[in-house]
């Protein structure tokens, strides 16, 4: 594929999506080292994970990777990040954060030096200390398929979005509504913790609460080790039947030429 530019700076030279994808590969060697040191599973989530099957790497177009990891190693993950993320990194998330935005990811790993404006104008960066480039962390928990119990607590989340959206952009920290929001999502998971599907925890409602993600646990633990781009990431352990669910049951088919367009970054320094 050609290059794709995301940005022509003021001497006329050129920042690629290659560019990304070149530091989110060596953020990636640290916190793969990070996870395997102290035994945390996870594994690539939605598009990165499409792009270790489809493409042996990043999608070419693709802006940005995701990971994700269950609750409990979710725990473990930031008191590992607070011991072992070198200098050269930070991680922000509302657990180390109070003006961290509970609607996206629960967490981005940033590198410091570089700097990152995405395209939803609704949801910015509230966290001062860096704007850098990232790697988002997904948070999974187990979930229940019996809607009388899923349902209200998914729909109570639903809800509470577009308050906080509304609050956030009036430059209003609510504080105790994230809270709320995060509890009602953990206690889901508590609720369905003997469950075998897994999937998003609560937190994340930008789905229809109708029909959210969810898998089998078995069909995404054991992760397993796949070659992407110059290295080994973890996937799911069946990735056809996660990425059914994830992208579509057509993943493997390309999108028409014209779609094929980083879509996350509006402005970018590195």
Known sequence: ?????????????????????????????????????????????????L????????????????IAMMRTD??????????????????????THKQYNVL?????????GTYIQE?????????????????DVFVYDYCTINKFIDLPMRLFNQILMP????????????????????????LYGRINQNSKYIGFDLTWTFKNPFHPFVFK????YPVQYVHFES???????????YLCTAIAPSYMTLPPVQKRTPKHIVDIHL
């Open 231 to 241: 290295m080994k990431l973890p996937i799911a352990a069946h990735p056809h039947e």
């Open 74 to 95: 979710y725990q473990r993950f930031i008191e590992a990040l607070k011991q072992d993320l070198p200098e050269e990194y930070c991680f922000q998330c509302f657990d």
């Open 163 to 186: 308050i906080l959206i509304i609050l956030d952009n009036l430059g209003i920290n609510p504080v105790l509504l994230k809270k709320l929001f995060v509890k009602n999502a953990e």
């Open 104 to 112: 996206i990811p629960a967490m981005k790993i940033r590198k410091k």
């Open 51 to 66: 792009g270790a099957v489809r493409h042996l790497g990043f999608i070419p177009w693709d802006d940005d990777l995701d």
């Open 217 to 220: 646990k078995e069909d995404i």
């Open 119 to 135: 395209a939803n104008w609704l949801l910015k960066n509230r966290c001062k200390d860096c704007d850098g480039i990232f790697v």
């Open 1 to 49: 594929m050609d290059k794709v530019v995301l940005k022509t700076n003021a001497d006329g030279s050129e920042i690629l999506v290659s560019d990304v994808h070149h530091v989110l590969l060596q953020m990636m060697k640290v916190i793969d080292s990070i996870c395997q040191k102290h035994k945390i599973p996870y594994f690539l989530n939605g598009g990165s994970a």
